[in-house]
């Protein structure tokens, strides 16, 4: 990738991170942990790869993302207004009794978000039949979806799957965040979805496995997924939770809490830090 281009998608990303753990605190609540391991994949998706508008965000002619790991809503909403969609003012709405931008991504008041979604499972068969629609209108819309490794022990996932691929559901991209944490603890552990990459091939996924906070990888894959005409893909990206903030990293404490002040801190120092060389970096 041109250098300037991989600096701008690391600049975004921070920025983004920055965001995210400024509401979860403005909140005193929300899902940090798992939002911050998907931020790069996003940045990407919305910055160098989607067919969007934000000046026209219901285009019928639009690519579509479902967020299906909808509680990681403070990953989506600082990506979708920092590419324009809404004032970066409107984050500090977020879990508010008085706004309508709720602790899951949520479609009809926040634009660009093109499902709502919360109940693990169910936002990726919402984008299996976005996927199955956009074939028989002969139209060319790719589908994202981003999951949880977590939530790929629902049973519903691999119904999905397995209509995803009986289809042909060539256009449908899934990326699995796989962490390796969720709220009760390590997946292994909780329950064990490994060997992931053999079961996907088993229900005739296209599966390519990379790490998930390297933006060359990630454009890689995605030239990977449009290159496939048969079936459908899976992107697994190996990440870590709490990305970015030290005490975060890696911790699963942090799935589903908000920080307090002293905590705060210490994230935006480590935060803004990180964005401080970066642009160092650029210049």
Request: proline letters at 4%.
């Amino acid at each position: 990738m041109e250098k300037t281009k991989l600096t701008q998608l690391k600049l975004t990303a921070a920025k983004a991170r920055l965001l995210a753990v400024e509401m979860v605190h403005d909140a005193a609540s929300g899902h940090p942990g798992g939002s911050l391991s998907c931020m790069d994949v996003l940045t990407d998706l919305y910055f160098s790869q989607m067919r969007v508008d934000p000046k026209n965000p219901h285009d019928p002619d639009r690519d579509r993302f479902v967020m299906s790991k909808g509680h990681c809503s403070p990953a989506l909403y600082p990506i979708l207004a920092l590419r324009g969609f809404f004032p970066v003012e409107n984050l500090k709405m977020f879990r508010r009794i008085d706004g309508h931008m709720s602790g899951h991504v949520e479609m009809h008041y926040n634009p660009g978000v093109d499902m709502s979604t919360g109940s693990l499972g169910q936002g990726i068969s919402a984008a299996c039949g976005m996927a199955l629609g956009a074939k028989h209108a002969g139209s060319a819309v790719n589908v994202y979806a981003i999951l949880g490794d977590g939530e790929v022990e629902e049973g519903e996932c691999w119904e999905a799957f397995m209509f995803a691929a009986h289809y042909g559901l060539s256009n449908l991209c899934v990326m699995l965040d796989r962490n390796h944490l969720q709220i009760d603890g390590t997946t292994e552990t909780v329950m064990n979805s490994a060997p992931l990459e053999d079961k996907l091939r088993a229900f005739n996924f296209n599966v390519v496995t990379i790490n998930g906070h390297d933006f060359d990888q990630i454009e890689s894959a995605v030239q990977a997924f449009h290159a496939e005409t048969e079936k459908p893909t899976c992107i697994i990206l190996d990440t870590v939770k709490g990305t970015g903030v030290s005490y975060m990293t890696n911790s699963v404490a942090w799935h589903g809490k908000g920080p307090n002040d002293e905590e705060y801190q210490v994230a935006m120092n480590e935060l803004n830090a990180a964005y401080a060389a970066l642009e160092q970096e650029e210049n």
